[in-house]
C-alpha cells in the first residue's frame, strides 16, 4: 500500500480530519504528512483539524512534531485528536490539546488488499460501508486530494487537479484533471460526473486517458470496468440500477 495512501484527508463541517494509518513508520509518516500538506496548497487553508491517530502511542517529542508540521502548513490549527492509545491520550493532556476522542472504525488503517486481481466480498463490504466525504468547492490546477472514503464533490475538478479516493468520485460539476477511484483495488467503483472531460481516469488498476475517451461530454456520464477495461457510458437512473444489482 503507498505511504501516500496511508494518510487521508476528509473534510468536514467542523474542519479537516486528518486520519494517519498507525502502523506506518513515524518518520516517513512525518514526511508524507509534510508532503500532502504541502500539495494541498491553500485548500485547507484556515481550517481547526482533529488527528485521527488509531493505536499509535506517541511520546511528547513525537506529538509536538506532528503538531509542528500540521501547524506550520496553511495557518491550520489542532483542534482536537482521536485515539485508542492511552499513552497518545495522556501525552495530547499534556501538551494541551483539549478534545480527546476514541478513534473507533478508524478511517486510517489499510485499505483491503486485493486477491488474485478480484476484490474479495469482504473487502468491498468494508469499503461499501465508508461514508462519503463531500467537498464544497472547485479543486484547482495543482490541488491534490486523497480519502479513504468515497469522494463526492460539489464543483468542478479544474485540468491539473487530482482527486484519489478508496471509493467512488462523483462530481456535480465538471471533471476535466485526474481522478483515480477503487485506489484500494476495488475494481466494482465508478468515476461520475456532470461534464466528463478528463485528463485521466483510473479505477483500481485500470487507466484510460483523455485521447481513449470518445467524443466530447454527453452531458452526465460515468466510467466503471466492464471486460477488464473502463467504459464511459451516459448516466441515467436504468444505469445506476444496474450498477446497484
Not at 513508520?25 to 491553500?42: C, R, V, W
Request: aromatic fraction near 4%.
Amino acid at each position: 500500500m503507498s505511504d501516500r495512501l496511508s494518510i487521508a484527508f476528509q473534510g468536514t463541517k467542523s474542519g479537516l480530519v486528518i486520519a494517519i494509518d498507525d502502523t506506518l513508520p513515524f518518520d516517513t509518516m512525518i514526511a508524507s504528512l509534510s508532503e500532502k500538506l504541502d500539495e494541498s496548497g491553500d485548500f485547507f487553508a484556515n481550517a481547526g483539524v482533529t488527528l485521527n491517530l488509531g493505536a499509535r502511542a506517541l511520546t511528547e517529542v513525537d506529538l509536538k512534531k506532528m503538531m509542528k508540521v500540521v501547524q506550520n502548513a496553511h495557518d491550520l490549527r489542532i483542534v482536537g485528536l482521536k485515539s485508542d492509545s492511552p499513552e497518545t491520550v495522556a501525552t495530547a493532556e499534556l501538551v494541551g490539546i483539549s478534545r480527546i476522542s476514541a478513534a473507533s472504525a478508524h478511517p486510517g488503517s489499510a485499505i483491503p488488499a486485493q486477491q488474485n486481481g478480484r476484490q474479495t466480498q469482504q473487502s468491498i463490504a468494508v469499503i461499501e460501508s465508508l461514508p462519503a466525504a463531500i467537498i464544497r468547492k472547485t479543486l484547482r490546477s495543482g490541488q491534490m486530494y486523497e480519502s479513504r472514503q468515497a469522494v463526492v464533490i460539489l464543483g468542478d475538478v479544474n485540468a491539473g487537479a487530482e482527486v484519489i479516493s478508496a471509493g467512488d468520485i462523483v462530481v456535480f460539476g465538471a471533471l476535466r484533471g485526474i481522478a483515480h477511484a477503487g485506489a484500494g483495488g476495488n475494481e466494482n467503483c465508478i468515476i461520475a460526473a456532470l461534464k466528463l472531460e478528463p485528463m485521466q481516469l483510473r479505477i483500481a488498476s485500470r487507466i484510460a486517458r483523455a485521447e481513449d475517451k470518445p467524443g466530447k461530454s454527453r452531458g452526465s456520464e460515468f466510467a466503471s470496468i466492464e471486460k477488464d477495461q473502463i467504459v464511459i457510458d451516459k448516466w441515467s437512473s436504468t444505469s445506476y440500477r444496474l450498477l446497484s444489482e
